[in-house]
């Protein structure tokens, strides 16, 4: 397990397959790409994450963009896939396209997926996303019926918007056994009037959590971050990363669509060009070297954190 200056393990690689999505939701801060200048190959994607894979990372995550709109998402599973260092391969998607592909995806070695479902009522869905929500719908209960498992729901909590969604949304997911994640909008590539207007802080959804469950634990290696089990299913409550607890904890390093490790979803000025590297004919030790580099630059968004760490 490699760690980074700050003693924090770095098992977790997200890798960012396409910027280009069919939906356009009003909220997305797109792993905090900016302007990517091109789109990683098949080849590419997979020679960087055998690097990550080799440096004892075991968890991928394929993200976007939406990943489902790449032609070769299907042999982009299946080459990850058959590393045999994986322990978990996911994928975040808006789900929209995800029906048809469920039981291939899963055939070529996709583990689980988590579907953004901001909302369980048609005409917002359509107002966040410019979606039908239909599709997405149909995607998530595919995705069950093929057995990716656990399917879970990321509900993007927007204050006026969909806070009172919640007990409906829990209810939803148990019916469908797939896990409800509630998460805080970030202030990362969005407007700041947006920010404003829609962020909702989840400490009183926490203490409504915490009356209802059975029991609750606490994910060591995903930030800390509480799981509520109810009667219907369990409840995680993502805080955003801009707070100490999640820096402190944090075990993600990224690659962007374009080919640059990003220690940090909250910076862009520390990147890392590998794709660059690789396409000027690096070696296997140069390209090891460049991640590295990567690992030991990340560091706390947060001053309080890097003092905590230190310390």
């Known amino acids: 397990m490699i760690r980074d200056n700050y003693g924090r393990p770095v098992i977790n690689f997200r890798v960012a397959v396409t910027s280009r999505c069919n939906l ?82 899963m055939k070529e070695g996709l583990d689980r997926v988590n579907v953004n479902l901001p909302t369980l009522k048609p005409e917002t869905y359509r107002w966040l996303t410019g979606g039908s929500l239909t599709d997405t719908i149909g995607g998530i209960e595919a995705a069950v019926k093929v057995g990716l498992h656990p399917v879970k729901l ?84 993502i805080q955003p990363a801009e707070n100490t607890e999640f820096c402190r904890h944090c075990t993600r390093i990224r690659a962007s669509s374009d080919g640059k490790l990003k220690p940090c979803l909250m910076r862009n000025d520390n990147l890392f060009d590998i794709v660059a590297a690789l396409r000027n004919g690096a070696d296997d030790e140069t390209l090891t070297e460049v991640f590295i580099e990567a690992i030991k630059r990340r560091e706390p968004y947060f001053k309080e954190c890097v003092e905590l760490l230190t310390a």
């Not at 976007?64 to 978990?88: C, N, W, Y």
């Not at 990321?154 to 148990?174: C, D, H, Q, W």
């Not at 970030?186 to 009183?204: C, G, K, M, R, T």
Request: charge should be negative; include cysteine; aromatic fraction near 4%.
């Open 154 to 237: 990321n509900l993007l909590v927007l204050k006026g918007v969909n806070e009172e969604e919640i007990p409906s949304m829990i209810k939803f997911a148990g019916r469908n056994r797939a896990i409800l994640q509630i998460i805080e909008l970030e202030p990362v590539n969005i407007d700041h009037s947006f920010y404003s207007l829609y962020h909702q802080a989840l400490d009183s959804i926490e203490e409504d959590l915490l009356k209802q469950a059975i029991r609750t634990r606490i994910r060591r290696t995903m930030q800390n971050r509480k799981v509520y089990s109810l009667l219907e299913t369990d409840v995680e409550v």
């Open 24 to 105: 356009k939701c009003r909220y997305c801060h797109r792993e905090g790409e900016v302007s990517p200048a091109s789109e990683m190959s098949l080849d590419e994607i997979l020679k960087i994450t055998s690097i990550a894979l080799h440096l004892g990372i075991s968890k991928v995550k394929l993200t976007g963009g939406e990943p489902l709109l790449r032609h070769d998402i299907l042999e982009i599973v299946k080459g990850i896939a058959d590393f045999e260092q994986v322990r978990d391969l996911s994928m975040v998607t808006n789900g929209t396209l995800l029906a048809p592909l469920a039981e291939a995806l």
